[in-house]
Structures are given as structure tokens and as C-alpha cells.
């Protein structure tokens, strides 16, 4: 039978784990997980975590969730993958269909993770630039403190220094914009005013550069990597508005945001804007199974659209559009639909703004806010390596949660309850206190 400190030593001989300084757990607890059910993790001797940060933002309907298994168990029985090219399947013409209505984009390219979304959106554009007759807008603009992934690409156009740095040599230099994110606001100035001040940048530097630019990306309304930083709408709709003035592409990323993370099903709903490509992942299966899409204007797809083979998108991934994982998708999409999930989350978030107001009254605490299902704070440290001593107090308080530099932040599945949003409260509370 497994054990805890059975897995646990095979995993660390075994595994290289991601985003990890291996050597660290040499001190730091590793947490073997043997199931999950609803919010919950448990470990192999009984030990249960509350997963507040929902297993890295796509566990939406909590873990094996009865409706998604089922679905997936389903699809299994009549065909677990299919290569994409050349053929199809029922799953993925359903989910694209569905992500078409529900955006109003279409022609649904598929890969498995985020970074591939962010890879294929980074090169439609300037291909279909290129195919336009001007090869020359090959560059992106990003903004200051953006996260789209980990391949070369995405880290080109991302601005996290720890994931960045290392790999500059091997990066394409792209064009960095100052950030809407209110924090950064001048002191008196309001979000509304910062993002129109941050949208002017945007536009000296378009107004310069346009002939060479390919597209602007962004996470809509929350730069979640780089610490949760939340931005006003207006932000968005200036940025559109100025690319359709400049003829730069907007690539909306909402691999993190998407699925009602913001409070609507796309955070751009919330400017009334339309990218020309859209990105989304993460939740999609309910954080199932690796799948990611990019949705395009019928503009971009039709320059693709031609006799000569090269002017095609030739990008693929062999497991692209999986079945099992398209089927997880539909599944979830289908909750959202049945279950009300836009209206429920509304009344749990105002539960859990409630429940939390001691922690944006405490004494540390600064810039307490929330966007939708996204809760986010900093605290004020002496101890320097803060997210580390948080997080691992954190799991003495059967909380998971992992602090960002010192930002602590709750992303949790919209199932969790109005007793799992007091314990998380309570005990983050504790953590607080405990952490110095
Ligand atoms: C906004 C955003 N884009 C892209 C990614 C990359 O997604 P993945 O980790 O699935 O490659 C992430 C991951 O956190 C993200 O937050």
C-alpha cells in the first residue's frame, strides 16, 4: 500500500517537478495527494487540504466532479484520440461550436496547454500579417508584468524576471507597455484614470511602431502571475480602440481569466470588447485534461484561407482536440448552463467578501481586492522568504494556497461552500498572525 513518505521519496528521485528549486524540498514539505472530492485533496494517512487556489487556477467544479467523470467515462467507451488533420469527431465540432456561440469568434484551434494557445495566437498574427503583404509586423507589444506561459514565444512576451531572465538570450525582444494594474497608480490617482494614463503610453508608442507591430496581447482586467493586479475595463476598450486605429491584432489571453474567473464568462464581456484572437485554457475541461484553444475573426481566418499550402496555418500538436478532454469540456459547459454558475458564484463572492473583511481590516494587510472569483492582498513582511513559510503554514491549517512574492490570493472552485469559505477565512487569518 503507499504510503505518504513512500511517494514521497520515489517522487523526489524520480520526478523533476515544475516551477521548483528541486534542492528546496530538501525542507520544505512535498504533498503527496491519493484523491480528491469536491474542494478537497487528501493525502494517503487522511491529511485533507482545501484547494483555495483550485490546483493552479482550472479546477473549476471541484475534483471528480460526478457530471465530468461521467462524461469523460462516456467518451471513453466510443474513442479516447483521433489525429485532428484530416479527420474530426463529434466532441471537438460540439466544443467548437459552443466556444463560437458563447464568444463570438470562431474557427477553433486547438492545442493542450496555455503556452501552445499563446504560441499559435503570437504566430497567426504575424502570419497573417505576412500573407497580407507586410512581413515587416513581426513584433509584439505586452505589458509590464505579463504572464502567458513558458515556451520561447510566451516568455517573449511575458515580464517575469525568475521565469524570464535565464532564457533572454533565447527570447525575441518585444515591446513592453506600462501596465494598468492600480497598484502602480500615482498617489491620488484613480484605476479609471491610471488605465486611460497607462492607454496614452499604449498610444505613443503604437502611433511610432505600428508598421512594425503584429499584435498587442493582455490578460484581460487581471495580470495574475505577476500578483493578481486588477485594471479597469476602460484599459481594454482604449486598447482596442487603438488597434483597430494602428491595424494592430489584440490577442486577449484569458487562459486564467476565462471561465467565469472575472465574474463574467470572458473578462472581456466586462469592456464590451472583441479581440481578434482569443486565447483559453486552464479551465476549459474544469481542470480535467490539457486542452487549449485559439478563437479568430473570420478576417484572420480567411487570409489564410487559400490555394497555395504555405499561406495555411501548418502549426499542430499531436494530441490537439483530444476527445476525453473535449468531452470534459462540454461537460463544464454544460454546469454553467444548468447550474447557473455566472449568478451563483455572485452571491458566494459577496459570502466570502464578507467572511474576509477581517482579513482587509488587519493591520498588514494592504490593497485588499477582488475581481469576481479572484480574491487578492498583500501583506506586510519581515520574514523574507514569506511565500514559502505561508504557504507551508498554510498546509498545517489544511488550507492550499501559494502566495505570490508577498501577495496571498484566493482563486478557489466555484463549489466550494459557505463552511469551506469561513474556514478559509478563519484559518488564512491564522496564517497571518502566524507568519511574521
Ligand atoms: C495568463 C496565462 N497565460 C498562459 C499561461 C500558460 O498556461 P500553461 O501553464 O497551461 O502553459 C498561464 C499559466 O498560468 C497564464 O496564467
Redesign the pocket.
Known sequence: MTTNSDLVARTLSSVWHPCTQMKLHERLPMVPVSHGRGAWLYDFEGRRYLDAISS??VNLFGHANPRINAAVVAQLERLEHVMLAGFTHEPAVRLAERLAALTGLGHCFFAS??????EIALKMSHHFWRNSGRPQKSRFAYLAGA?????AG?LSVGDVALFRDAYAPLLKSGLRVPSPDWRNARPGETALACARRCAEALDRLLSERHHEVAALIV?PLV???SGMGMYDPEYLRLARALCDRYRVHLIA?????GFGRTGTFLACEQAGVRPDLL?L??GITGGYL?L?VVLSTEDVYRAFYDGEVARGFLHSHSCTGNPLACAAALASLAIFEEDAVLEANRARAARLDQLARPIAQHARVRDFRRTGMIWAFEVEAAEPLFARRFAAAALEHELLLRPIGNTVYFMPPYVIDDEQSRLLAGRTLEVIERVP
Open positions: 493552479w487556477w496547454d496555455g503556452s501552445s494557445a499563446v504572464y502567458h506561459g513558458e515556451t510566451a490578460e495580470q495574475c502571475a489571453d484569458e487562459i486564467a481569466v486565447c485554457s486552464k490539457p487549449s
